[in-house]
């Protein structure tokens, strides 16, 4: 059965995601650069796939392989990003490519590779996962990644959203720790919660501030 794709499938929110939407049923492929299970093999029939988010090639692939064994996904997510400190003037140009083609280009490429399938069968989900509300100037890279996943969310939307596929971004305004404001668990219920909302009460962001979720 149609599953969920979880695309850089991390300790963090990538591991949380993948047993929400598992608990409910859904078989859930994991792409990262390590291919890693992330502790999940034999449950909820994860299977794990190899791709660095900056190759278009090897993304695509990973996408092509999982939709083989799984068929067209019911939800992606989109949860790879490059997150370092850097001021403004002081990444190098080649950073600052780097740092966007995997916060902002590969988003872009999962989703105009799986979202014409979902058109196709009339719906589907893709959540990116956003932060940084408030540009600053400490992640300058990350800051300006941020800005350009909503937009991203806005375009895809344009593109796909009359067809019936539900595009959004998770924003998550601070460090995620286990135990804390900013419990992975806790944030993973925002992307159950918008690939369950039908048509009429579809939201395309919502904000995990640690204080209250809007």
């Given at each position: 059965?149609?599953?969920?794709?979880?695309?850089?499938?991390?300790?963090?929110?990538?591991?949380?995601?993948?047993?929400?939407?598992?608990?409910?049923?859904?078989?859930?492929?994991?792409?990262?650069?390590?291919?890693?299970?992330?502790?999940?093999?034999?449950?909820?029939?994860?299977?794990?796939?190899?791709?660095?988010?900056?190759?278009?090639?090897?993304?695509?692939?990973?996408?092509?392989?999982?939709?083989?064994?799984?068929?067209?996904?019911?939800?992606?997510?989109?949860?790879a990003a490059i997150i370092r400190p850097d001021s403004?003037?002081?990444?190098?140009?080649?950073?600052?490519?780097?740092?966007?083609?995997?916060?902002?280009?590969?988003?872009?490429?999962?989703?105009?590779?799986v979202a014409p399938a979902m058109a196709r069968r009339?719906?589907?989900?893709?959540?990116?996962?956003?932060?940084?509300?408030?540009?600053?100037?400490?992640?300058?890279?990350?800051?300006?990644?941020?800005?350009?996943?909503?937009?991203?969310?806005?375009?895809?939307?344009?593109?796909?959203?009359?067809?019936?596929?539900?595009?959004?971004?998770?924003?998550?305004?601070?460090?995620?720790a286990p135990g804390t404001a900013f419990d992975p668990?806790?944030?993973?219920?925002?992307?159950?919660?918008?690939?369950?909302?039908?048509?009429?009460?579809?939201?395309?962001?919502?904000?995990?501030?640690?204080?209250?979720?809007?």
């Amino acid at each position: 059965m149609p599953g969920a794709v979880m695309i850089g499938a991390g300790p963090g929110i990538g591991r949380s995601v993948a047993r929400r939407f598992g608990r409910e049923g859904l078989p859930v492929a994991l792409v990262s650069r390590t291919g890693d299970t992330l502790g999940l093999d034999g449950r909820h029939g994860v299977r794990a796939y190899r791709a660095d988010c900056a190759d278009e090639t090897a993304l695509r692939a990973a996408l092509d392989a999982s939709a083989a064994d799984l068929g067209t996904p019911d939800v992606v997510v989109y949860n790879a990003a490059i997150i370092r400190p850097d001021s403004p003037g002081e990444a190098t140009v080649r950073a600052h490519l780097d740092a966007w083609a995997v916060n902002v280009v590969g988003a872009l490429i999962a989703a105009a590779h799986v979202a014409p399938a979902m058109a196709r069968r009339g719906g589907g989900t893709f959540i990116i996962t956003g932060g940084m509300p408030e540009p600053k100037r400490q992640y300058t890279s990350l800051s300006l990644g941020k800005s350009g996943v909503r937009t991203l969310v806005a375009l895809l939307d344009q593109e796909y959203g009359p067809a019936g596929v539900h595009v959004a971004t998770v924003t998550v305004a601070g460090p995620v720790a286990p135990g804390t404001a900013f419990d992975p668990d806790d944030i993973a219920e925002h992307y159950w919660r918008l690939h369950t909302q039908t048509r009429d009460c579809w939201e395309q962001e919502i904000l995990h501030d640690g204080l209250h979720d809007r």
